[in-house]
T-cell receptor, first 116, second 110 residues
Framework: DSGVTQTPKHLITATGQRVTLRCSPR?????VYWYQQSLDQGLQFLIQ???????AKGNILERFSAQQFPDLHSELNLSSLELGDSALYFC???????????????FGPGTRLTVL | LAKTTQPISMDSYEGQEVNITCSHN???????ITWYQQFPSQGPRFIIQ???TKVTNEVASLFIPADRKSSTLSLPRVSLSDTAVYYC???????????FGTGTRLQVFP
């Protein structure tokens, strides 16, 4: 158990819909990262937040957005969903001082999103 | 952005040493190299991280040549429980981008 929790575990929805994925980092970790894992694209870094502020941005689509709240939990919002958005979405956290993105990350169990 | 490639799969037997390579030709000056292990239906788990030369911890070693365009994860005396997918991750330096490798599926046989 990494100490990172994600909800829900599974999510099934239809094209065009909007969903919210939630992540609670390990106690004390200020950085939260979001990743997408699919068969054709592999593991892709989406975005990182550090202490409530966006810290680094990867291949995140404009239809996707994220935020980190004062209690440090984070949410990833996916809108106008397409079939190709079906994937595993992982959240990770790290204790890196200053939000340095390269430090050891602890991954949650993931949310499996299926878009029908 | 760094592009990272790895062999798709490797087979080994229990007790052998396994070396998995990662090619990252476009690595930036301040990027680190990190390796993760992933079991089915689980999130990746940290193995080791390095910047240059050699790093060793209780489970693995990481070799990085002077030009840093590649890295090698070395797993000594693998066991059946090491069967998993191994990913290198490059980034976190100048670009603040994190690029995962394509992943190597390691199968360990008795």
């Amino acid at each position: 158990d990494s100490g990172v929790t994600q909800t829900p575990k599974h999510l099934i929805t239809a094209t065009g819909q909007r969903v919210t994925l939630r992540c609670s980092p390990r106690s004390g970790d200020l950085s939260v990262y979001w990743y997408q894992q699919s068969l054709d694209q592999g593991l892709q870094f989406l975005i990182q937040y550090y202490n409530g502020e966006e810290r680094a941005k990867g291949n995140i689509l404009e239809r996707f957005s994220a935020q980190q709240f004062p209690d440090l939990h984070s949410e990833l919002n996916l809108s106008s969903l397409e079939l190709g958005d079906s994937a595993l979405y992982f959240c990770a956290s790290s204790a890196a001082s200053g939000g340095y993105p390269g430090n050891e990350q602890f991954f949650g169990p993931g949310t499996r999103l299926t878009v029908l | 952005l760094a592009k990272t490639t790895q062999p798709i799969s490797m087979d080994s037997y229990e007790g052998q040493e396994v070396n998995i390579t990662c090619s990252h030709n476009n690595i930036a000056t301040n990027d680190y190299i990190t390796w993760y292990q992933q079991f089915p239906s689980q999130g990746p788990r940290f193995i080791i991280q390095g910047y240059k030369t050699k790093v060793t911890n209780e489970v693995a070693s990481l070799f990085i040549p002077a030009d840093r365009k590649s890295s090698t994860l070395s797993l000594p005396r693998v066991s059946l429980s090491d069967t998993a997918v191994y990913y290198c991750l490059v980034g976190g330096g100048d670009t603040d981008k994190l690029i995962f490798g394509t992943g190597t599926r390691l199968q360990v046989f008795p």
